[in-house]
T-cell receptor, first 112, second 115 residues
Framework: DAKTTQPNSMESNEEEPVHLPCNHS???????IHWYRQLPSQGPEYVIH???SNVNNRMASLAIAEDRKSSTLILHRATLRDAAVYYC?????????????FGKGTHLIIQP | DSGVTQTPKHLITATGQRVTLRCSPR?????VYWYQQSLDQGLQFLIQ???????AKGNILERFSAQQFPDLHSELNLSSLELGDSALYFC??????????????FGEGSWLTVV
């Protein structure tokens, strides 16, 4: 799977939007962009995924650059419960027989 | 609740011992994954099974083994345990591992402490 680059940590205030960036300059045309998050002492949790078009769900939005070399996870109104490590992961053709390859992710800190 | 159930939640054992971690995937999921998370290594993929057959291997030690049973539950066996095996072990499941858009659901993990 292609590599992703994320900031080590980000800080935001409660009830404000949060934009978490991810660079994936070597992404292939068939790679899906997945976002997972891991709250303290819990298993990773699926957030959102997309291929080319922007995606929205009840948790977040995913904005994908036109050249697909970067993407941004948007939390529209952060709460203290959104404090977690967020992972941006690419999944190649065939679903990635090795599941998901996690990097170090971005540690999101939410200030009250 | 992801629907993936792992037991036990916590386990303390001595070096040299053997333990078995158990995982029940979400209803209908045929694929099971095992991951190890330690403080210094992050989340590491160990092994994947699909409908009872081994599908992919990651950084799994020879002292470790896994299997998936006909009822689709899976077990991860860790033997000759060392202090460095202390970690959080996650099981995850998905429906179709061949789809790049497929979501993987994780359990709450089993905390293993080797003393």
């Amino acid at each position: 799977d292609a590599k992703t680059t994320q900031p080590n940590s980000m800080e935001s205030n409660e009830e404000e939007p949060v934009h978490l960036p991810c660079n994936h300059s070597t992404i292939s045309g068939t790679d899906y962009i997945h976002w997972y998050r891991q709250l303290p002492s819990q298993g990773p949790e699926y957030v959102i995924h997309g291929l080319t078009s922007n995606v929205n769900n009840r948790m977040a939005s995913l904005a994908i650059a036109e050249d697909r070399k970067s993407s941004t996870l948007i939390l529209h109104r952060a709460t203290l419960r959104d404090a977690a490590v967020y992972y941006c992961i690419l999944r190649g053709p065939g679903g990635g027989a090795d599941g998901l390859t996690f990097g170090k992710g971005t540690h999101l800190i939410i200030q009250p | 609740d992801s629907g993936v159930t792992q037991t036990p939640k916590h386990l303390i054992t001595a070096t040299g011992q053997r333990v078995t971690l158990r995982c029940s995937p979400r209803s209908g999921d045929l694929s099971v994954y095992w991951y190890q998370q330690s403080l210094d290594q992050g989340l590491q993929f160990l092994i994947q099974y699909y409908n009872g057959e081994e599908r992919a291997k990651g950084n799994i030690l020879e002292r470790f083994s896994a299997q998936q049973f006909p009822d689709l539950h899976s077990e991860l066996n860790l033997s000759s345990l060392e202090l460095g095996d202390s970690a959080l072990y996650f099981c995850a499941s998905s429906t179709n591992p061949r789809s790049s858009g497929n979501t993987i659901y994780f359990g709450e993990g089993s905390w293993l402490t080797v003393v």
